[in-house]
Protein backbone atom coordinates (compact mmCIF):
# COMPACT_ATOMS: atom_id res chain seq x y z
CA UNK A 1 0.00 0.00 0.00
CA UNK A 2 1.44 3.26 -0.76
CA UNK A 3 1.83 5.68 2.02
CA UNK A 4 2.61 9.08 0.06
CA UNK A 5 0.05 11.39 -0.68
CA UNK A 6 0.24 14.21 -2.41
CA UNK A 7 2.64 13.45 -5.03
CA UNK A 8 2.99 13.34 -8.89
CA UNK A 9 4.86 11.33 -11.81
CA UNK A 10 7.15 14.20 -13.35
CA UNK A 11 7.90 13.04 -17.10
CA UNK A 12 10.78 14.89 -18.34
CA UNK A 13 11.24 16.34 -22.33
CA UNK A 14 13.54 13.15 -23.66
CA UNK A 15 11.32 10.35 -24.09
CA UNK A 16 12.11 6.23 -23.94
CA UNK A 17 11.99 6.05 -27.90
CA UNK A 18 15.06 8.96 -28.09
CA UNK A 19 17.49 7.12 -25.70
CA UNK A 20 16.62 3.87 -27.56
CA UNK A 21 17.42 5.29 -30.78
CA UNK A 22 20.70 7.21 -29.46
CA UNK A 23 21.68 3.51 -27.50
CA UNK A 24 21.03 1.78 -30.85
CA UNK A 25 18.69 -0.78 -28.85
CA UNK A 26 15.78 -1.41 -27.15
CA UNK A 27 15.57 -0.83 -22.93
CA UNK A 28 14.45 -4.67 -21.02
CA UNK A 29 14.36 -6.24 -17.43
CA UNK A 30 16.31 -9.98 -18.25
CA UNK A 31 15.42 -11.42 -15.03
CA UNK A 32 17.73 -13.96 -14.30
CA UNK A 33 16.29 -16.60 -11.87
CA UNK A 34 17.53 -19.86 -10.11
CA UNK A 35 19.09 -21.60 -7.10
CA UNK A 36 22.46 -19.79 -5.31
CA UNK A 37 25.36 -21.23 -7.13
CA UNK A 38 23.47 -21.77 -10.21
CA UNK A 39 25.63 -19.53 -12.10
CA UNK A 40 23.12 -16.59 -12.68
CA UNK A 41 25.60 -13.29 -11.10
CA UNK A 42 28.22 -15.45 -13.32
CA UNK A 43 26.87 -15.35 -16.54
CA UNK A 44 24.80 -12.06 -16.14
CA UNK A 45 28.74 -10.33 -15.56
CA UNK A 46 29.74 -12.51 -18.62
CA UNK A 47 26.79 -10.64 -20.80
CA UNK A 48 27.08 -7.13 -19.37
CA UNK A 49 31.13 -7.41 -20.86
CA UNK A 50 29.25 -8.81 -24.22
CA UNK A 51 26.78 -5.82 -24.29
CA UNK A 52 29.21 -3.34 -23.23
CA UNK A 53 31.91 -3.88 -26.00
CA UNK A 54 28.78 -4.11 -28.44
CA UNK A 55 28.19 -0.35 -27.40
CA UNK A 56 25.19 -1.34 -25.31
CA UNK A 57 23.93 1.10 -22.21
CA UNK A 58 23.69 -1.98 -19.41
CA UNK A 59 23.85 -2.43 -16.07
CA UNK A 60 23.72 -5.81 -13.64
CA UNK A 61 21.64 -5.90 -10.59
CA UNK A 62 23.02 -8.22 -8.39
CA UNK A 63 21.57 -9.82 -5.34
CA UNK A 64 24.48 -9.31 -3.34
CA UNK A 65 25.52 -5.92 -4.45
CA UNK A 66 21.79 -4.66 -3.93
CA UNK A 67 21.67 -5.87 -0.07
CA UNK A 68 24.81 -3.72 0.76
CA UNK A 69 23.10 -0.30 -0.20
CA UNK A 70 19.54 -0.50 -0.97
CA UNK A 71 18.44 -3.45 0.61
CA UNK A 72 20.58 -3.57 3.71
CA UNK A 73 17.68 -3.57 6.06
CA UNK A 74 15.92 -6.21 4.61
CA UNK A 75 16.36 -10.14 5.76
CA UNK A 76 15.70 -13.43 4.29
CA UNK A 77 11.86 -13.81 5.76
CA UNK A 78 9.44 -14.39 3.14
CA UNK A 79 8.32 -11.02 4.27
CA UNK A 80 11.46 -9.20 3.58
CA UNK A 81 12.46 -11.44 0.36
CA UNK A 82 8.73 -10.24 -0.92
CA UNK A 83 10.15 -6.25 -0.39
CA UNK A 84 13.97 -6.99 -1.61
CA UNK A 85 12.15 -8.20 -5.00
CA UNK A 86 9.48 -5.86 -5.52
CA UNK A 87 11.86 -3.01 -4.61
CA UNK A 88 14.53 -4.40 -7.09
CA UNK A 89 11.33 -4.51 -9.52
CA UNK A 90 10.70 -1.04 -9.37
CA UNK A 91 14.18 0.19 -10.04
CA UNK A 92 14.30 -2.40 -13.14
CA UNK A 93 11.12 -1.11 -14.50
CA UNK A 94 12.48 2.80 -13.93
CA UNK A 95 16.06 1.37 -15.61
CA UNK A 96 14.16 0.04 -18.76
CA UNK A 97 12.14 2.75 -19.30
CA UNK A 98 15.32 4.71 -19.46
CA UNK A 99 16.64 2.44 -22.51
CA UNK A 100 18.73 0.28 -20.66
CA UNK A 101 19.25 -3.15 -20.60
CA UNK A 102 19.04 -3.90 -16.65
CA UNK A 103 19.95 -7.62 -16.06
CA UNK A 104 18.52 -8.93 -12.53
CA UNK A 105 20.67 -11.91 -10.85
CA UNK A 106 18.26 -13.20 -7.92
CA UNK A 107 17.51 -16.08 -6.57
CA UNK A 108 13.67 -14.81 -6.34
CA UNK A 109 12.15 -17.88 -5.39
CA UNK A 110 8.74 -17.42 -5.32
CA UNK A 111 6.47 -17.05 -8.59
CA UNK A 112 4.16 -14.89 -7.06
CA UNK A 113 6.91 -11.88 -6.93
CA UNK A 114 7.88 -12.74 -10.23
CA UNK A 115 4.78 -12.53 -11.61
CA UNK A 116 3.90 -9.17 -9.98
CA UNK A 117 7.84 -7.86 -11.42
CA UNK A 118 6.72 -8.94 -15.16
CA UNK A 119 3.22 -7.21 -14.26
CA UNK A 120 4.18 -3.67 -13.53
CA UNK A 121 6.36 -3.47 -16.79
CA UNK A 122 5.11 -3.19 -20.37
CA UNK A 123 4.57 -6.34 -22.60
CA UNK A 124 7.80 -7.57 -23.93
CA UNK A 125 9.73 -4.96 -21.25
CA UNK A 126 10.37 -8.13 -18.73
CA UNK A 127 11.90 -11.63 -19.94
CA UNK A 128 12.38 -14.18 -17.41
CA UNK A 129 15.55 -16.28 -17.89
CA UNK A 130 15.68 -19.69 -15.37
CA UNK A 131 19.04 -20.12 -15.32
CA UNK A 132 18.82 -23.85 -14.36
CA UNK A 133 21.39 -25.83 -12.62
CA UNK A 134 20.41 -28.82 -10.01
CA UNK A 135 20.57 -28.92 -6.54
CA UNK A 136 23.12 -31.49 -6.33
CA UNK A 137 25.39 -29.03 -8.98
CA UNK A 138 24.33 -25.93 -7.29
CA UNK A 139 25.52 -27.43 -3.89
CA UNK A 140 28.80 -29.61 -5.20
CA UNK A 141 29.88 -25.60 -6.46
CA UNK A 142 29.10 -23.91 -3.23
CA UNK A 143 31.35 -20.79 -3.76
CA UNK A 144 30.45 -19.10 -0.70
CA UNK A 145 30.24 -22.09 1.55
CA UNK A 146 26.54 -21.09 2.21
CA UNK A 147 24.87 -24.49 1.03
CA UNK A 148 27.19 -26.04 3.90
CA UNK A 149 26.61 -23.74 6.33
CA UNK A 150 22.68 -24.81 5.96
CA UNK A 151 23.01 -28.04 6.20
CA UNK A 152 24.99 -27.40 9.88
CA UNK A 153 21.74 -25.35 10.85
CA UNK A 154 23.79 -22.49 10.23
CA UNK A 155 21.52 -20.63 8.25
CA UNK A 156 18.20 -20.95 8.32
CA UNK A 157 15.10 -20.30 5.06
CA UNK A 158 18.28 -21.10 2.72
CA UNK A 159 16.60 -21.72 -0.67
CA UNK A 160 16.62 -25.14 -1.75
CA UNK A 161 17.31 -26.38 1.94
CA UNK A 162 14.83 -25.85 3.96
CA UNK A 163 13.16 -23.11 1.88
CA UNK A 164 11.68 -23.75 -1.70
CA UNK A 165 12.65 -22.75 -5.06
CA UNK A 166 9.63 -22.55 -7.42
CA UNK A 167 10.77 -23.28 -11.22
CA UNK A 168 9.42 -20.80 -13.58
CA UNK A 169 6.96 -22.36 -15.53
CA UNK A 170 6.94 -20.46 -18.77
CA UNK A 171 10.20 -18.89 -18.66
CA UNK A 172 10.93 -17.10 -21.61
CA UNK A 173 14.46 -18.64 -22.14
CA UNK A 174 16.16 -21.77 -20.25
CA UNK A 175 19.97 -21.86 -19.73
CA UNK A 176 21.36 -25.22 -18.98
CA UNK A 177 24.25 -24.00 -16.52
CA UNK A 178 25.42 -27.51 -15.81
CA UNK A 179 25.70 -28.03 -19.50
CA UNK A 180 26.87 -25.14 -20.91
CA UNK A 181 29.86 -22.92 -19.90
CA UNK A 182 29.60 -19.62 -18.93
CA UNK A 183 30.96 -17.74 -22.46
CA UNK A 184 28.21 -20.37 -24.24
CA UNK A 185 25.47 -19.08 -22.23
CA UNK A 186 26.20 -15.68 -22.29
CA UNK A 187 26.31 -16.36 -26.30
CA UNK A 188 22.57 -17.60 -25.80
CA UNK A 189 21.69 -14.10 -24.37
CA UNK A 190 23.08 -12.17 -26.78
CA UNK A 191 21.32 -14.14 -29.75
CA UNK A 192 18.16 -14.05 -27.73
CA UNK A 193 17.88 -10.52 -27.69
CA UNK A 194 19.07 -10.05 -31.04
CA UNK A 195 15.97 -12.50 -32.22
CA UNK A 196 13.90 -10.60 -30.00
CA UNK A 197 14.96 -7.41 -31.82
CA UNK A 198 16.12 -5.88 -28.36
CA UNK A 199 20.05 -5.21 -30.18
CA UNK A 200 21.65 -5.50 -33.41
CA UNK A 201 24.00 -8.61 -33.40
CA UNK A 202 26.42 -8.39 -36.31
Not at 106 to 124: H, L, M, T, V
Request: charged share 30%.
Amino acid sequence: MQKATNIHWHSGEITRQDRERVNGHKGVTLWLTGLSASGKSTVARKLEEKLFEMGCQVVVLDGDNVRHGLNKNLGFSREDREENIRRVAELAKLLTSNGIINITAFISPYRADRARAREIQAEGDFLEVFVDCPLEACEARDPKGLYAKARRGEIKVFTGIDDPYEEPENPELVLDTRADDVDGSANALVEFLAAKVIIKNG
